[in-house]
Protein backbone atom coordinates (compact mmCIF):
# COMPACT_ATOMS: atom_id res chain seq x y z
CA UNK A 1 0.00 0.00 0.00
CA UNK A 2 1.33 3.30 -0.94
CA UNK A 3 1.64 6.31 1.64
CA UNK A 4 -1.44 8.34 -1.06
CA UNK A 5 -3.42 5.29 -0.45
CA UNK A 6 -2.64 4.82 3.91
CA UNK A 7 -3.34 8.51 3.95
CA UNK A 8 -6.51 8.26 1.64
CA UNK A 9 -8.05 5.07 4.29
CA UNK A 10 -7.41 6.94 7.05
CA UNK A 11 -8.90 10.17 5.90
CA UNK A 12 -12.25 8.58 4.64
CA UNK A 13 -12.25 6.19 7.86
CA UNK A 14 -11.80 9.82 10.01
CA UNK A 15 -14.90 11.40 7.64
CA UNK A 16 -17.10 8.33 8.32
CA UNK A 17 -16.97 8.67 12.16
CA UNK A 18 -16.78 12.21 12.09
CA UNK A 19 -20.39 12.47 13.21
CA UNK A 20 -19.75 9.91 16.16
CA UNK A 21 -16.51 11.83 17.12
CA UNK A 22 -18.58 14.91 17.51
CA UNK A 23 -21.55 13.66 19.10
CA UNK A 24 -19.16 11.49 22.48
CA UNK A 25 -17.80 14.90 22.92
CA UNK A 26 -20.77 16.88 22.96
CA UNK A 27 -21.84 16.31 26.39
CA UNK A 28 -18.93 18.07 27.85
CA UNK A 29 -19.89 21.12 26.49
CA UNK A 30 -23.43 20.75 26.83
CA UNK A 31 -22.50 20.66 30.64
CA UNK A 32 -20.86 24.47 30.19
CA UNK A 33 -24.19 25.15 28.35
CA UNK A 34 -26.74 23.51 31.15
CA UNK A 35 -26.39 24.21 34.37
CA UNK A 36 -29.36 21.72 35.68
CA UNK A 37 -29.19 18.72 34.26
CA UNK A 38 -31.39 15.63 34.47
CA UNK A 39 -29.35 12.05 34.93
CA UNK A 40 -30.44 9.83 32.40
CA UNK A 41 -30.89 6.93 34.99
CA UNK A 42 -33.16 9.08 37.01
CA UNK A 43 -30.97 8.50 39.91
CA UNK A 44 -32.00 4.56 39.73
CA UNK A 45 -29.73 1.73 41.23
CA UNK A 46 -28.80 -1.24 39.49
CA UNK A 47 -29.26 -4.46 41.25
CA UNK A 48 -26.02 -4.51 42.69
CA UNK A 49 -26.61 -1.11 44.82
CA UNK A 50 -25.04 1.22 42.72
CA UNK A 51 -26.25 3.65 40.20
CA UNK A 52 -27.08 2.80 36.71
CA UNK A 53 -24.88 4.84 34.69
CA UNK A 54 -24.26 8.05 37.19
CA UNK A 55 -24.51 11.97 36.73
CA UNK A 56 -22.67 11.94 34.28
CA UNK A 57 -25.09 11.40 31.69
CA UNK A 58 -27.71 13.64 31.44
CA UNK A 59 -30.64 13.67 29.08
CA UNK A 60 -29.02 16.89 27.97
CA UNK A 61 -25.80 15.57 27.04
CA UNK A 62 -27.49 13.04 24.99
CA UNK A 63 -29.46 15.00 22.65
CA UNK A 64 -27.06 17.94 22.42
CA UNK A 65 -24.56 15.05 21.23
CA UNK A 66 -27.28 13.87 19.05
CA UNK A 67 -27.88 17.04 17.73
CA UNK A 68 -24.16 18.17 17.11
CA UNK A 69 -23.14 14.84 15.22
CA UNK A 70 -26.18 15.35 13.44
CA UNK A 71 -25.03 18.78 12.29
CA UNK A 72 -22.18 17.50 11.32
CA UNK A 73 -23.50 14.83 8.74
CA UNK A 74 -25.91 17.47 7.27
CA UNK A 75 -22.59 19.30 6.79
CA UNK A 76 -21.08 16.52 5.59
CA UNK A 77 -24.05 15.90 3.32
CA UNK A 78 -23.44 19.47 1.88
CA UNK A 79 -19.75 19.07 0.57
CA UNK A 80 -21.09 15.72 -0.86
CA UNK A 81 -24.62 15.76 -2.22
CA UNK A 82 -25.10 12.70 -0.39
CA UNK A 83 -28.70 12.59 1.28
CA UNK A 84 -27.95 9.10 3.22
CA UNK A 85 -25.02 10.87 4.81
CA UNK A 86 -27.57 12.77 7.42
CA UNK A 87 -29.34 9.20 8.35
CA UNK A 88 -26.04 7.89 8.61
CA UNK A 89 -24.77 10.72 10.85
CA UNK A 90 -27.74 10.34 12.98
CA UNK A 91 -27.52 6.65 13.67
CA UNK A 92 -23.79 7.10 14.40
CA UNK A 93 -24.84 9.84 16.96
CA UNK A 94 -27.42 7.44 18.17
CA UNK A 95 -24.95 4.59 18.89
CA UNK A 96 -21.95 6.73 19.85
CA UNK A 97 -23.99 8.06 22.91
CA UNK A 98 -25.57 4.85 24.03
CA UNK A 99 -22.17 3.10 23.32
CA UNK A 100 -20.83 5.62 25.37
CA UNK A 101 -23.55 4.82 28.31
CA UNK A 102 -22.71 1.09 27.73
CA UNK A 103 -19.29 1.94 28.82
CA UNK A 104 -20.81 3.99 31.93
CA UNK A 105 -23.08 1.26 33.06
CA UNK A 106 -19.59 -1.54 32.76
CA UNK A 107 -17.72 1.28 34.80
CA UNK A 108 -20.25 1.50 37.28
CA UNK A 109 -20.39 -2.37 37.35
CA UNK A 110 -16.83 -2.60 38.04
CA UNK A 111 -17.12 0.37 40.89
CA UNK A 112 -15.22 2.52 38.70
CA UNK A 113 -16.74 6.36 39.44
CA UNK A 114 -18.17 8.55 37.03
CA UNK A 115 -14.84 10.91 36.21
CA UNK A 116 -12.41 8.11 36.72
CA UNK A 117 -10.64 6.45 33.49
CA UNK A 118 -11.31 2.94 32.30
CA UNK A 119 -8.70 2.20 29.19
CA UNK A 120 -9.82 1.31 26.37
CA UNK A 121 -13.63 0.91 27.16
CA UNK A 122 -13.91 4.58 27.75
CA UNK A 123 -12.06 4.93 24.17
CA UNK A 124 -13.94 2.14 21.99
CA UNK A 125 -17.72 1.51 23.59
CA UNK A 126 -18.70 4.55 21.88
CA UNK A 127 -17.37 3.54 19.03
CA UNK A 128 -17.69 -0.08 18.67
CA UNK A 129 -21.64 0.44 19.17
CA UNK A 130 -21.91 3.25 16.75
CA UNK A 131 -20.46 1.16 14.01
CA UNK A 132 -22.26 -1.96 15.26
CA UNK A 133 -25.45 0.05 14.82
CA UNK A 134 -24.60 1.60 11.42
CA UNK A 135 -24.07 -1.88 10.14
CA UNK A 136 -27.37 -3.22 11.25
CA UNK A 137 -29.12 -0.98 9.13
CA UNK A 138 -26.72 -1.04 6.09
CA UNK A 139 -25.49 2.29 6.56
CA UNK A 140 -21.95 1.15 7.21
CA UNK A 141 -19.40 1.71 4.21
CA UNK A 142 -15.97 0.73 6.01
CA UNK A 143 -13.72 -1.48 4.76
CA UNK A 144 -11.75 -4.15 7.25
CA UNK A 145 -8.95 -1.81 6.77
CA UNK A 146 -10.97 1.54 7.30
CA UNK A 147 -12.27 -0.29 11.12
CA UNK A 148 -8.77 -1.57 11.87
CA UNK A 149 -7.43 2.02 11.42
CA UNK A 150 -10.46 3.38 13.70
CA UNK A 151 -9.64 0.69 16.50
CA UNK A 152 -6.30 1.96 16.58
CA UNK A 153 -6.80 5.55 15.97
CA UNK A 154 -9.77 6.04 17.99
CA UNK A 155 -8.26 5.65 21.64
CA UNK A 156 -5.11 8.02 20.24
CA UNK A 157 -7.84 10.96 19.15
CA UNK A 158 -9.82 10.30 21.90
CA UNK A 159 -6.93 10.81 24.85
CA UNK A 160 -5.66 13.59 22.97
CA UNK A 161 -9.09 15.18 22.70
CA UNK A 162 -9.76 14.67 26.51
CA UNK A 163 -6.28 16.77 27.24
CA UNK A 164 -7.27 19.65 24.82
CA UNK A 165 -10.47 19.54 26.44
CA UNK A 166 -8.67 19.45 29.94
CA UNK A 167 -6.46 22.74 28.64
CA UNK A 168 -9.25 24.64 27.87
CA UNK A 169 -11.27 24.14 30.96
CA UNK A 170 -14.07 22.09 30.10
CA UNK A 171 -12.85 18.85 31.83
CA UNK A 172 -11.56 18.35 35.46
CA UNK A 173 -9.48 15.52 34.42
CA UNK A 174 -7.22 15.13 31.17
CA UNK A 175 -8.50 11.90 30.65
Same mark, same amino acid.
Given at each position: MT??S ?26 H???H ?16 F ?17 V????Q? +? ?20 G?C ?18 ? *?????? +????I ?9 ? *????? %??? %?? %????? *? ?11 G *? ?5
Open positions: QHLLKQILDAIWFILPAYVANGAPVIASIVRRHPMDFGLKFIDGRRVGDSKSWEGFLFGIALGTVASLY +LFCGKPLLILRGFVLSVGALLDVGAFIKRRLGIPPGKPAPL *LDQLSF +LVVAAFTSALNLCT *LTAYQ %LLI %LI %LLTPI *LHVLANTIAYLL *LKNVPW
